[in-house]
């Protein structure tokens, strides 16, 4: 009778462990099984965490978390062969470099060797300072013109044109780069060499004081800089903050104005002299359309001096854009530039007139 439960208690715990056992191996079984195919040919098994900051993070069988750029990734299926959509890749991925220890690139072999470039000293460096500029001129770049005349013969004339605007705006806050110049030389006698550097920033009052205040409202701080060889002026610079209002601000339609004190320091030659003045600064920022293929843009800044009413300096830029393509990026346009110092270095004109016909490359 002894026996007979022993026995008896020997088949139940083997039931039990068996029973235990399959459950064990079902539960495994029913876990989910994911694999991820890079693009290079490799894949891994393990469990997605999720996606963040464009990067997926995957688990491994020994626990290790990594973290996948999504570009690097062609699909992902589960156990049931099932394949899983990932959101698309970031059209600029951030700057994070994965951790050492994880996956290598899908086009590199973990034993590669690096690259040539890693081994000639510089080299790297200047690829990453080019990729770093080329990213940043596509984000910024708004408008570029290039242009020039060459002739040799009968006629000698030299000249060159160059111009860019570059931007970059959100809701909240504007920045602009306008640099460019115009470079001329007609039977060796220098006919125009003028080059200016220009920024602005705009910021809405909310954003910058946390004023409980509506978004037209904003707080600017600009500086312009040129030099005219023709004008006998090396150097003038203008540095102003203030305030201004945004009545439009759209990608076609813009209507800004600022206005607050500022400073311009000047510095000319024959005879050298050098002229520092508290102004004032207002200035009128315009991009509109006229027609369906036409539209006009215009920047006009006003700098009378505080200290002497008689010195007043006027800048306007005029711009006429006729679309050349349907998809509004070529463009014909004519600009004319026009520079009034009331009082200009002994011997020059106080007025200075400048009208050019270019194509125009724009970006948005």
């Known amino acids: ?4 439960r022993i026995l008896a208690g020997f088949i139940l715990a083997v039931l039990v462990l068996t029973g ?10 029913d876990a989910p099984h994911e694999r991820v195919f890079l693009k290079g040919g490799r894949e891994l098994e393990g469990v997605s965490l999720g996606v963040e900051d464009g990067f997926l993070r995957w688990e491994i069988g020994t626990g290790q978390e990594l973290r996948i750029p999504l570009d690097w990734i ?16 970031p059209t600029e991925p951030p700057g994070v470099t994965p951790p050492a220890g994880e996956t290598p ?3 590199q072999p973990a034993d590669a060797e690096p ?22 001129a596509v984000v910024w770049a708004r408008q570029v013109t290039l242009g020039g005349t060459f002739t040799e013969g009968n006629a000698r004339t030299q000249a060159l044109n160059i111009a860019s605007v570059l931007e970059r705006n959100t809701p909240e806050n504007s920045r602009q780069m306008d640099v ?15 080059w200016w550097l220009n920024s602005n920033f ?3 009052m909310k954003e910058a004081f946390d004023w409980d205040v509506t978004d037209p409202w904003i707080v600017f701080m600009t500086s312009k800089n040129e030099y005219n060889g023709l004008a006998n002026l090396n150097y003038r610079g203008t540095v102003s903050t203030g305030v201004g209002y945004r009545f439009y601000f759209e990608p076609k339609r813009r209507l800004i104005t600022r206005f607050g004190p500022a400073f311009t320091v000047e510095s000319y030659k024959d005879p050298a002299q050098t002229r520092t003045t508290p102004d004032i600064f207002a200035e009128l920022e315009l991009r509109w359309p006229l027609f369906d293929r036409t539209s006009i843009e215009q920047k006009l800044r006003v700098q009378p001096n505080m200290a002497n009413f008689e010195l007043v300096r006027v800048f306007s830029t005029t711009g006429l854009s006729v679309d050349l393509d349907e998809k509004d990026r070529w463009k014909l346009k004519l600009t004319v530039q026009t520079d009034y110092v ?4 002994p011997g020059r004109k106080p007025t200075d007139v400048t009208s050019i016909i270019s194509v125009v490359y724009q970006r948005k």
């Open 105 to 107: 690139k899908p086009d």
């Open 202 to 204: 705009d910021w809405s």
């Open 180 to 194: 460019g110049g115009q470079w001329s030389r007609n039977a060796g006698k220098q006919t125009a060499n003028r």
């Open 20 to 29: 235990g056992v399959t459950t064990t191996v079902r539960a495994e079984a």
């Open 342 to 345: 009331s009082i200009p270095n």
């Open 115 to 136: 690259p040539w470039t890693n081994k000639v000293p510089l080299v790297a460096p200047a690829l990453n300072i080019y990729q770093g500029v080329q990213k940043t």
């Open 1 to 4: 009778m002894r026996s007979r």
């Open 74 to 89: 062609d699909r992902m299926e589960v156990s049931s062969g099932r394949e899983e959509e990932l959101p698309p890749a």
